[in-house]
């Protein structure tokens, strides 16, 4: 860990800390929105930088590997983005006096506190600190979802207070397990909790208690993945938060949970007598898929159609992880990479609509391919990417999921199918009455930000067409290290 | 000497499991907190036991947190938050003090069945603990089911938080950066819970999380 002219590791952890702690200090407020977007530019290219510089060995609580590199960088990615997308919509949000200037000092102060939090969960080698910086991560997000202190903001945010710290009590019971079986093998002490020192060692550890371990991982780090029966905090929390958040919930909160799982799935998989990872996972993935399927057709609210949506495809990413193999996991990465682009550009759009039509009822917006097409146009395009139709990305990632599906287990393959298409149903339905038709709603023209949602969806349709060599070797890769 | 160490580490676990069986049945807000005040304190004994038998000085820490900020200092400002609120009237429990009592002893055995079977071959006392500790935790799932207004839930969360206390501090030699985290995350939750139940006041003149439901997000 030493002998760095620039340590890439230090600089992920450190820009978002010191922009914490500067914005937290900076009265005006289009300061620190600026603040915010160059914090969150720096963080992306010190992620970059990753794959230029020597990687420092794994430490007690530092790694960097090629499976947590991926989630590094789309991580830093969408929220820089996002930060962008927040400058403007935040900007009408003061304007038409929902949120105050001390509210946006705390949070943007809290938006890059929530960067750090889940940047450290994805570089930390020790259980223990990665269930820290979930926590961190989790809790920010709860303080922001209840930032408009309405009546629904406040109802919200105490249902994910709540759900989320039974999931973190039950993760960090998991992890306590996790130590136990580790301890008589590897000795007491800090070793004990380093996943590098772990996964050489599973093989060892016994399989029962590891088992447990698994179960109580599974549950709590999912809660926060949002898996059904475990999701009720999910629609509520993007639904009443600023649309920003709704963006980081669904792009990358969401991923840093199902990270957390993989890693311990990963440990699981190393040792041979203890249950299989894989049935669990497809089960939950494929109840969750159906669920929210099905719970797309009753939503009247905007935010909370996609919120479900995001429970649809979290489903399809773990049910992929699940099944395991070279395939599956390569379709389930390029699934939770697509899935985080599109579903934070769909919010983007959604937040300006929201804002521009002074509602969040998907029976009161009609018509917006006519009266906005910049912001239409946009959720016609994100919306027909995440129903799953060619040529976007989510084409290309669900049909891997399925014809790998097919190939191993063709009777899994048919619920799944099932479930796609009733979800493509249902999100086709309420796109004709949002985007066409006569338009109904506020009519104002709009400031909005239109670059990062199209660069979204611009990656997205360009990794439906063609993906670079390197890329997909990488991702074969990491989908090898997944094993 | 060793028979007496086991037994005694024995006792303060099983008594913090009876202290949740206790808060099951509380219907009043204050002797809910006194409860979990109680619970605090065993809970720092037992802490401070683990301590001495495993000569790990840093646990004494742990211990005296435990001691210092949950049994005392959050008790007192829960006091003081519902006296300020008004609100000593009965706990409206959602699902009645008999199957409520029932489901308490069919989780206790249940965690007992699961944690017993998995870890034949691990040391007793860790082994013991961390049925106890499950014991807890699941003891302090079902308060927060059970009941309706918000201060309960809070209370209910902390009694969970105490039992993976005693399971953090029950696995020998468990790096210290747990305890403090666990703590530390004690406190966040704290002042969080804090600023929602002044928030919830506030608006609707109420800590009763019923009075939250109106909303439904998709009924109106």
């Known amino acids: 860990m030493s002998g760095f002219s620039f340590d890439a590791v230090a600089a992920i952890l450190f820009i978002p800390a010191a922009a914490a702690a500067i914005l937290a200090a900076l009265p005006n407020y289009r300061m620190t929105a600026i603040v915010n977007v160059i914090a969150s530019l720096l963080t992306l290219l010190a992620a970059l930088s990753l794959f230029a510089t020597d990687r420092p060995a794994p430490g007690q609580y530092l790694i960097v590997d090629d499976l947590n590199i991926v989630f590094i960088v789309l991580n830093t990615f969408v929220g820089f983005t996002t930060s962008v997308f927040s400058a403007s919509y935040i900007a009408h949000e003061l304007e038409t006096g929902r949120l105050t200037a001390p509210n946006l000092r705390f949070y943007h102060a809290m938006y890059q506190i929530m960067m750090f939090g889940m940047n450290l969960a994805f570089v930390s080698n020790n259980i223990g600190l990665m269930w820290v910086a979930v926590e961190l991560a989790t809790l920010t997000t709860v303080l922001m979802v209840g930032i408009y202190r309405t009546h629904e903001a406040l109802e919200a945010a105490w249902k994910y207070f709540i759900l989320g710290s039974v999931g973190i009590a039950l993760a960090l019971f998991g992890t306590i397990l996790v130590y136990m079986a580790a301890q008589p093998v590897v000795g007491e002490g800090t070793n004990a909790m380093v996943w590098s020192v772990l996964i050489e060692k599973a093989a060892h550890f016994d399989p029962a208690l590891l088992s447990v371990a698994f179960i109580f991982l599974l549950l709590g780090y999912g809660t926060k993945v949002g898996l ?29 949970a199902l990270y957390a799982v993989l890693r311990f799935k990963l440990l699981l998989a190393a040792s041979p007598q203890a249950i299989g990872p894989g049935p669990l996972m497809v089960t939950m993935g494929l109840t969750s898929l159906i669920f929210a399927a099905f719970m797309l057709y009753r939503r009247r609210d905007i935010k909370r159609l996609f919120a479900y949506s995001s429970i649809e495809h979290m489903g399809i990413i773990v049910f992929a992880f699940g099944m395991g193999g070279p395939l599956a996991n390569f379709a389930g990465l390029l699934h939770m990479v697509m899935h985080s682009l599109t579903k934070s550009a769909i919010f983007f759009a959604v937040g300006h609509i929201a804002q521009v039509k002074g509602t969040q009822k998907i029976s009161e917006i009609r018509g917006l391919t006519e009266s906005h097409p910049g912001l239409g146009w946009a959720l016609v395009i994100g919306v027909v990417a995440i129903a799953g139709l060619p040529p976007l990305g989510i084409f290309m990632s669900e049909f891997l999921v399925v014809s790998s599906t097919f190939a191993r287990h063709p009777w899994l393959a048919i619920p799944l199918v099932f479930g796609l298409l009733i979800a493509f149903g249902a999100l086709l339905l309420r796109l004709t009455g949002l985007a066409f038709g006569e338009p109904r709603g506020g009519m104002a023209p709009v400031e909005a930000s239109y670059v990062p949602m199209y660069s979204h969806l611009a990656l997205v349709f360009a990794a439906g067409i063609y993906l670079p060599a390197p890329l997909v070797a990488w991702f074969q890769h990491v989908a090898g290290i997944l094993g | 000497m060793n028979g007496l160490t086991f037994d005694i580490a024995h006792l303060l676990a099983g008594s913090l499991v009876l202290i949740s069986f206790m808060m099951l049945y509380q219907d009043r807000l204050f002797a809910l907190i006194n409860v979990f005040a109680l619970h605090a304190v065993v809970l720092a004994l037992s802490v401070a036991w683990q301590a001495y038998i495993q000569d790990a000085h840093h646990l004494y820490i742990t211990a005296g947190i435990a001691l210092v900020f949950k049994a005392i200092v959050i008790p007192v400002g829960l006091h003081r938050i519902i006296q300020r609120l008004g609100i000593h009237r009965d706990i409206e429990t959602a699902v009645g003090i008999g199957p409520t009592m029932l489901a308490g002893i069919g989780l206790v055995t249940l965690s007992m069945v699961l944690m017993l079977r998995v870890t034949p071959e691990a040391d007793p006392l860790a082994r013991e603990d961390l049925a106890f500790a499950l014991s807890i935790i699941l003891l302090g799932l079902l308060v927060m089911v059970t009941r309706r207004n918000a201060v309960s839930q809070v209370v209910g969360f902390m009694s969970l938080e105490n039992g993976l206390v ?35 006041r506030e608006r609707f003149d109420s800590v009763d999380v019923g009075a939250l439901d109106d909303y439904r997000g998709e009924r109106r």
Not at chain 2, 179 to 198: T, W
């Open chain 1, 228 to 256: 059904a029966p475990l999701h009720a905090w999910l629609p509520d929390a993007h639904a009443e938060g600023p649309t920003p958040i709704s963006a980081v919930l669904s792009g990358l909160l969401l991923n840093v």
């Open chain 2, 166 to 200: 005693l399971a953090a501090t029950g696995a020998k030699g468990m790096p210290l950066v747990v305890e403090i985290s666990v703590a530390f995350s004690i406190l966040i939750a704290f002042i969080v819970i804090g600023v929602f139940l002044f928030r919830i």
